[in-house]
T-cell receptor, first 114, second 113 residues
Framework: NAGVMQNPRHLVRRRGQEARLRCSPM?????VYWYRQLPEEGLKFMVY????????ESGMPKERFSAEFPKEGPSILRIQQVVRGDSAAYFC????????????FGPGTRLTVT | GQQLNQNPQSMFIQEGEDVSMNCTSS?????WLWYKQDPGEGPVLLIA?????ELTSNGRLTAQFGITRKDSFLNISASIPSDVGIYFC?????????????FGQGTTLQVKP
């Protein structure tokens, strides 16, 4: 049973470009969470999605950041007009229906903005 | 806002030694989780705790849900080199039971063979 998959693993963007990060949850999981991790820090919640719905985006910056989880295909975290401060590791996680907090994490996408 | 404080921030121990770390919350939790993160990888769930006073083991790892519901402890017995990594505690972020987590800042463990 494949785990949570993320791609790309590493992404380099120049300031002002767009970054698209993809996440496929574990098979059978329909809840996806995105977290951001700055160097030497713990993970910070960004957004929680179910299929075709954003449930909670309270941790996501209001500007330049958006997320979706379409009916078909992976969840996408999109960062427009990236700035150096967006450089971080971005992780997504999913969980079983009856275990909201027991989240399985993907390997992450490390975004570097130059 | 909510905060999780982990202690110690880092540990450097000899292989075979036991390890203890703890996590303190600014608010009461009904769930505690412990994760381990290896360099360049995502966190891996080690133990989940759901009841105050609960003691749960996973191999050489044992975690406890503090009686006050504002703290949790993780012990590793007879450490081995592959225990190296960052250990994070986590709990529910906010109210509403949405599954979103708040993480501590991590305890970095280094093991000398």
């Amino acid at each position: 049973n494949a785990g949570v998959m993320q791609n790309p693993r590493h992404l380099v963007r120049r300031r002002g470009q767009e970054a698209r990060l993809r996440c496929s949850p574990m098979k059978g999981h329909s809840h996806v969470y995105w977290y951001r991790q700055l160097p030497e820090e713990g993970l910070k919640f960004m957004v929680y999605l179910q299929k075709e719905n954003i449930i909670d985006e309270s941790g996501m910056p209001k500007e330049r950041f958006s997320a979706e989880f379409p009916k078909e295909g992976p969840s996408i975290l999109r960062i427009q007009q990236v700035v150096r401060g967006d450089s971080a590791a971005y992780f997504c996680a999913s969980h079983r229906e009856d275990r909201d907090y027991e989240q399985y994490f993907g390997p992450g996408t490390r975004l570097t903005v130059t | 806002g909510q905060q999780l404080n982990q202690n110690p921030q880092s540990m450097f121990i000899q292989e075979g030694e036991d390890v203890s770390m703890n996590c303190t919350s600014s608010s009461i939790f009904n769930t505690w989780l412990w994760y381990k993160q290896d360099p360049g990888e995502g966190p891996v769930l080690l133990i989940a705790l759901y009841k105050a006073g609960e003691l749960t083991s996973n191999g050489r790892l044992t975690a406890q849900f503090g009686i006050t519901r504002k703290d949790s402890f993780l012990n590793i017995s007879a450490s081995i080199p592959s225990d190296v990594g960052i250990y994070f505690c986590a709990g529910p972020l906010g109210s509403g039971n949405t599954g979103k987590l708040i993480f501590g800042q991590g305890t970095t463990l280094q093991v000398k063979p």
